[in-house]
């Protein structure tokens, strides 16, 4: 199936008002496009009339019902007529190359954009700057990657992860599969996947992990079907097969394939089902309390050394208590790095909050670990930027955890009478999320000379007689919930 774009939308509406298909340059003045890209329009029209054995459109011939029939129930399971810019264009082109449902060439990736072929040459140029997954072309097979099946799988499921963000690239990809399938299909049925895995295992997977679960195990169902996996050997090997079957995980995969089957008529081969345990498991690691093998000490250990280290490099104290806790917690993270580098799964993070200071003394941390070779045997690449990032945002979480409150130093200097004084003390220890120590004393009794030597954040007095460079606040002579609120805001902004 052809999928059509804004300007093909036009064209067909256009034509389907006809009763004579009119000349080129009348089609091309009445929809303001150039000659040449009506031509192409009228090509992409007639290949589609082709697929279902109609004659071809041609100027000054009728245009008959079947022929508007047909195109415009193309146009009817057609993808959204929103632009899809460079970015979207090239995630949706690396997947199409890495698991080919069809040749692709750069006419087909034209008519699937509906985009010039510089603009495809362009995406393609940009595509081949990359390490890895660089497009190589060839008559036979169109446009293709050479790595492994693996690191095909895996780099089709993380871009579809990235298309989870842009909703209307992502249904332009879904009409690029060779059946007749719905964005709100895959909908429903990752719902089904999120209640099963719910009910199961008592956990939670994101609406978008869900999606790109149930999209991936479509498309690579239909590829199994163009080309055969041998056999389960070539993704994983019969150690890592065992412990995927023996997962809650592999049982709920298990379950939703036959759903998949349901709606989609594809078979779900057990390659692909053991890959999908996998993700599974990956995209749920950190919920995951129950896995906790001895497979996990070196990590366990590890983590002692990177807390130690960072505790050397930052100067930060704590307790035997403390440590033990945080160590648990970079553990706790370092599972799913490890199954990210041995499988490599999932490389994608959200909301990461970046400390230069602290991202640098992790890195000067890993530098200096006492045991070096247990770091490189299990992260031989060492971790991402943005795994790095993390493991700063758990070490900044437990200093701030660990931080002296900063208290505010108040002194009232006043001669308000005494329930005066203690309505504004009572004021200022209830209504203050800052915990403040509030001195008072009395507006005749005090050198005001000395004020600015007794490192006060804020004074609180009546009179406008009092020299100094601190912040002061002026009492007024009738005090309101409007003062109150404005001593409040000051506060606060302290």
């Known amino acids: 199936m052809q999928v059509s774009g804004m300007n093909y939308t036009k064209f067909i509406n256009y034509i389907s008002t006809q009763q004579l298909l ?3 340059q009348t089609i091309a003045n009445h929809l303001n496009l150039s000659n040449r890209k009506i031509y192409y329009l009228l090509q992409a029209a007639n290949s589609e009339l082709h697929s279902v054995h109609q004659p071809f459109l041609v100027p000054n011939l009728e245009v008959t019902g079947q022929q508007v029939s047909a195109l415009t129930t193309k146009l009817s399971i057609a993808a959204t007529n929103e632009y899809i810019n460079s970015y979207d264009r090239q995630l949706i082109m690396s997947i199409c190359i890495a698991l080919p449902l069809k040749k692709w060439t750069l006419s087909e990736f034209q008519l699937l954009f509906d985009v010039s072929r510089n603009t495809v040459l362009r995406d393609i140029s940009e595509l081949k700057k990359r390490q890895k997954f660089k497009p190589a072309f060839s008559k036979k097979n169109g446009f ?10 895996v780099n089709v499921y993380n871009n579809l992860i990235l298309l989870q963000y842009h909703a209307s690239a992502l249904e332009h990809f879904i009409h690029t599969l060779d059946c007749q399938l719905s964005y709100s299909k895959f909908l429903l049925v990752s719902d089904k996947l999120k209640n099963m895995y719910k009910s199961s295992l008592k956990k939670q997977i994101s609406a978008s992990n869900a999606m790109t679960l149930t999209i991936f195990s479509v498309l690579a169902s239909l590829y199994s079907n163009y080309h055969p996996i041998a056999s389960v050997s070539a993704l994983f090997n019969n150690t890592d097969v065992e412990s995927f079957k023996k997962r809650q995980e592999n049982q709920v995969i298990k379950d939703f394939s036959l759903i998949v089957t349901t709606n989609f008529a594809v078979t779900m081969p057990t390659s692909v089902k053991l890959f ?12 995951d309390e129950h896995f906790s093998s001895h497979s996990f000490q070196d990590l366990l250990i590890l983590s002692e050394h990177i807390v130690n280290s960072f505790m050397n490099t930052a100067h930060i104290d704590s307790t035997h208590s403390e440590k033990k806790a945080l160590t648990r917690e970079i553990q706790t993270q370092l599972k799913p790095f490890w199954y990210s580098v041995r499988y490599q799964s999932i490389t994608v993070y959200d909301y990461l909050y970046h400390n230069a200071m602290l991202e640098n003394d992790v890195k000067k941390s890993l530098n200096n670990l006492p045991d070096h070779s247990l770091y490189s045997r299990l992260f031989p690449f060492g971790l991402l930027p943005d795994q790095i990032t993390i493991l700063a945002m758990i070490f900044y979480n437990f200093n701030l955890q660990h931080q002296e409150v900063q208290r505010l130093h108040i002194l009232m200097l006043t001669s308000l009478p005494i329930y005066s004084q203690n309505l504004f003390q009572t004021f200022i220890e209830k209504n203050n999320v800052t915990p403040c120590d509030l001195t008072i004393k009395h507006l005749t009794n005090t050198d005001r000379s000395l004020i600015d030597n ?5 004074i609180i007095t009546e009179s406008t007689d009092i020299d100094t460079k601190l912040p002061t606040f002026l009492i007024d002579r009738e005090l309101t919930n409007t003062e ?9 902004q302290l």
């Open 484 to 492: 109150f609120d404005r001593l409040k805001t000051v506060l606060s």
């Open 454 to 458: 007794d490192n006060f954040d804020l």
């Open 144 to 153: 293709e990657f050479k790595e492994s099946l693996f690191d095909l799988l």
């Open 276 to 287: 999908l345990t996998l993700q599974l498991l990956s995209v749920t690691k950190e919920q």
């Open 22 to 24: 009119p000349s080129v």
